[in-house]
């Protein structure tokens, strides 16, 4: 596709239901990753895939947290029972290859959940 | 582990004056920099990166090792600059960025 493209783009969702997140990156693109943006709180790094493996996991805020990615493409990020402190815009971005000189790395357009 | 801060959250300026947003980084290797941006209701797009040398809409970053610092700069801002810039550092041997808080940038006429 023409960019990384993310959904739902807007989620309300009752406190201890679990959500899933979709992110579908550019063709091609090997390398994936999480993030989340609170109001106030940056850009916080959640995971990242290289094709279908997870080498860092590290940013994942607790066991609530998981994400797969299947075929070396779609990946899931999702997140059980639920708390208010998890609303943010979730950011899927992706690259040619990780760690190399040069490689850009290209963000969605985030998924908003909203924990009431 | 690698840091990046970022010191203005806050930053208005006039259109026409020149603007410096702040960017400063600790890591003890030889890291990757750059700056993002996100204009209003937007996604995250790269602006520059420091390997690359360039200048895009005006703007330029040099890194200066002896200070860990990249800080962003535009001699002329303008109105179409107002936006929330991020500074962030990737590992040579590693892959995920590392942001810092990001700064707000608004131009006024």
């Known amino acids: 596709g023409a960019g990384v493209s993310q959904s739902p783009s807007n989620k309300v969702t009752e406190k201890g239901k679990d959500v899933e997140l979709r992110c579908d990156p550019i063709?091609?693109?090997?390398?994936l990753y999480w993030y989340r943006q609170s109001l106030g709180q940056g850009l916080e790094f959640l995971i990242y895939?290289?094709?279908?493996?997870?080498?860092?996991k590290s940013g994942l805020p607790s066991d609530r947290f998981s994400a797969e990615r299947t075929g070396g493409s779609v990946s899931t990020l999702t997140i059980q029972r639920t708390q208010q402190e998890d609303s943010a815009v979730y950011l899927c971005?992706?690259?040619?290859?990780?760690?190399?000189?040069?490689?850009?790395?290209?963000f969605g357009e985030g998924s908003w959940l909203t924990v009431v | 582990a690698q840091r990046v801060t970022q010191p203005e959250k806050l930053l208005s300026v006039f259109k026409g004056a020149p603007v410096e947003l702040k960017c400063n980084y600790s890591?003890?290797?030889?890291?990757?920099l750059f700056w993002y941006v996100q204009y209003s209701r937007q996604r995250l797009q790269l602006l520059l990166r420091?390997?690359s040398r360039e200048s895009i809409k005006g703007f330029t970053a040099d890194l200066n090792k002896g200070e860990t610092s990249f800080h962003l700069k535009k001699p002329f801002a303008q109105e179409e600059d107002s936006a929330m810039y991020y500074c962030?550092?990737?590992?040579?041997?590693?892959?995920?960025?590392?942001f810092g808080e990001g700064t707000q940038l608004t131009v006024n006429p």
């Open positions: 420091h390997i």
């Open positions: 962030a550092l990737r590992r040579t041997s590693g892959s995920r960025l590392t």
């Open positions: 895939f290289q094709g279908n493996s997870a080498p860092d």
């Open positions: 890591y003890s290797g030889s890291p990757e």
């Open positions: 971005a992706s690259s040619l290859v990780t760690g190399g000189s040069g490689n850009t790395i290209y």
């Open positions: 063709s091609g693109h090997t390398a």
